[in-house]
């Protein structure tokens, strides 16, 4: 049922009830409808309510509106006015000694207080509310006091008192089966290990809340719990859980209007976005952001003009009677001779006023055209540096995810990798772990595209790497190909139907057994060279890319290599082969650079890569980089 059909369905029962207290009780149901959306209306059927309940004498239902007319204004801020509510709500519980009734003004007591940081007071009232509750066994309303304690709690960063009332709060809210208040317990002890930095257990208790907000369709509290998520797993890094549950967020807040938990998605969106080096989508959810803070600002603003224009409609309207009644006085004393006078005078100002307009508007679109072209001119420079500094900023994403070259030389030593992106940040990437058995893998990997498309799709390279061999603990080249080549393709969903994506990489994998000296080799359209006793030998690839239209269950040879002392190793991407240069601007193609390989290869591992450096600068000249290069040398 839409929110609309609500409204009318409890206007329909107000229409058709003869008994007051029951349209009180209706006209406060509306007013809650209205809270988030539209404030004037709720307080409006709010004042309805009370005026219902005052005529009536219902002492009950005053002590009702009083403290929801607190609510109301607790919402917007007013907490002296909330304060005044709340109290007199109390001070009519206290006259029918109604214990629960002076239970909830006590909590709500505690709320004004807890709102401007007098933390001692919200205490003091959160107890006296709880004191009572136990007293009368109300099981529902010591729920919500250990929630109020707890957050409170929380704020002053005293945290194992915070987690024992969340954990109070769950414990009896399993006890009376109430789903929501295990949402509520879960969420706020999530929101407790957050504070205390502890991720893994915040997003564990982040999930269980939100399964109970689902249940309950509490569509508010279940965006926010899953944005919680995704800031959780954006303070750990993984960006792609990141952006599940923000965008998992956004659309629940985007279909019900929750602004403030979209604008939080949309920032959160682009800050991942961008440390995944995805610009296009870092600036997509920083518009939205942008955007939606403005128009945001300006509904609260066109609200609270609205609100003021009320309150002071009465003595506008004063106002403006006496100023007709002091103009109409002045006008009869006026003699024929002082109008003549203020007519020619008049006549005379308006010609000044129409030339002054005349050369102001002349002056001003001058200053408009000038002002436009500054400003655009300052936009251009502003973007263009935060476009500059946002890939700078991925280089450095990307450079932190490639492992560091003295662990690679520490086991390793006759090693060297010649490594120039063709662009700030690369498409090509190498790619080191030591496994637990003592072998050592290495790759050297050549993803679709360069720049920006291709920094991102390394990070899903590296990423599924690192899951195969240090998580799903695989250990041999073909095996690990086999589920890189799942993840990437699941990544990017490419195995759904009308998936039109077909980004991949090739890639050349090698497992180093240097106790036993032999070397495991499995490729997907990458070679593998190595040079024995001054002969190159090459390593076919499968003839298959990692991702893209490569089948989901495509295997991946492997190839064994029984090693011997001085045998050089090289692993490397089409780059260097592809450069164009020379004397007439071809390719350099795969021969020269076997030709190459061969004769540096019995060089010392340094001057090889500053050889192979040597012969690409010579052979591109003043021709621009083509792609990017990547080329390890081992030698054994």
Request: glycine content about 6%.
């Amino acid at each position: 049922m839409s929110f609309q059909s609500r409204i009318d369905s409890i206007q329909t029962l107000i229409n058709n009830s003869t008994l007051d207290t029951a349209k009180i009780t209706y006209l406060i149901a509306i007013a809650r409808g209205y809270e988030i959306k539209d404030r004037l209306k709720a307080f409006d059927y709010a004042n309805v309510a009370y005026a219902l309940a005052q005529k009536t004498g219902d002492k009950n239902k005053i002590g009702e509106c009083l403290n929801y007319l607190g609510d109301l204004n607790l919402f917007t801020g007013d907490y002296a006015s909330s304060s005044d509510y709340y109290f007199k709500a109390l001070h009519i519980y206290e006259g029918l000694n109604d214990k629960a009734g002076m239970a909830e003004c006590y909590r709500n007591i505690g709320w004004i207080y807890q709102g401007q940081g007098l933390y001692k007071k919200t205490i003091e009232y959160y107890n006296k509310s709880l004191e009572i509750n136990t007293q009368l066994g109300l099981k529902r309303k010591m729920v919500a006091n250990y929630d109020d304690i707890g957050i409170t709690k929380k704020i002053l960063g005293d945290y194992p008192e915070a987690i024992r009332y969340c954990k109070l709060t769950i414990k009896l809210s399993q006890e009376i089966k109430s789903t929501k208040g295990l949402a509520i317990g879960y969420g706020n002890l999530a929101n407790v290990y957050v504070s205390m930095k502890q991720y893994d257990l915040a997003i564990e208790n982040f999930m269980l809340g939100i399964k109970f907000h689902e249940l309950i369709e509490d569509k508010f509290n279940f965006a926010e719990g899953n944005y919680g998520l995704a800031d959780c797993y954006f303070k750990i890094g993984n960006y792609f859980k990141t952006i599940e549950y923000a965008e998992k967020s956004a659309a629940i807040a985007e279909k019900f209007d929750y602004k403030t938990i979209a604008s939080s998605d949309y920032k959160l969106l682009a800050e991942a976005y961008s440390r995944r080096a995805d610009f296009a989508n870092a600036f997509k959810y920083l518009n939205l952001y942008t955007d939606l803070k403005d128009s945001t600002y300006n509904e609260k603003n066109s609200r609270q003009i609205n609100e003021m224009s009320a309150k002071y409609e009465s003595e506008k309207k004063e106002l403006m009677i006496n100023s007709l009644e002091k103009d109409k006085t002045l006008s009869e004393e006026k003699s024929a001779q002082d109008k003549k006078f203020k007519l020619y005078m008049m006549i005379f100002c308006m010609m000044i006023i129409v030339f002054a307009i005349s050369l102001f508007r002349s002056n001003m679109q001058k200053k408009k055209t000038n002002s436009s072209l500054s400003l655009a001119y300052k936009e251009i420079e502003v973007k263009n540096k935060d476009i500059t500094d946002s890939i700078n900023y991925a280089k450095q994403i990307q450079r932190a995810r490639l492992p560091n070259p003295s662990i690679i030389l520490k086991h390793l030593p006759e090693a060297f990798g010649l490594y120039k992106p063709k662009d700030v940040v690369s498409g090509d990437f190498y790619w080191f772990a030591e496994h637990e058995n003592g072998k050592l893998l290495l790759a050297a990997a050549d993803c679709t595209g360069h720049g920006i498309p291709g920094a991102f799709m390394s990070l899903i390279g590296i990423d599924e790497l690192n899951h195969a061999t240090l998580e799903k603990r695989l250990s041999h080249t073909s095996t690990i190909l086999s589920s890189v080549n799942k993840g990437v393709k699941k990544a990017l969903r490419q195995n759904e139907q009308n998936s039109m994506s077909r980004d991949g990489m090739d890639i050349a994998l090698c497992i180093f057994d240097l106790k036993n000296n032999t070397l495991e080799y499995s490729g997907a359209n990458r070679p593998l060279y190595y040079i024995r006793d001054n002969k190159l030998h090459e390593i076919t690839p499968t003839k298959a890319a990692i991702g893209g239209t490569t089948e989901n269950d495509q295997e991946f040879k492997s190839h064994t290599i029984e090693l011997k002392k001085h045998d050089m190793i090289y692993v490397f991407t089409d780059g260097f082969a592809d450069q164009f240069g020379g004397e007439s601007g071809k390719k350099f193609m795969t021969k020269r650079f076997k030709d190459l390989l061969l004769s540096i290869h019995n060089k010392p591992i340094p001057e090889q890569e500053a050889l192979l450096e040597k012969s690409l600068n010579d052979w591109k000249k003043d021709i621009s980089q083509v792609d990017d290069i990547l080329v390890l040398g081992i030698r054994i």
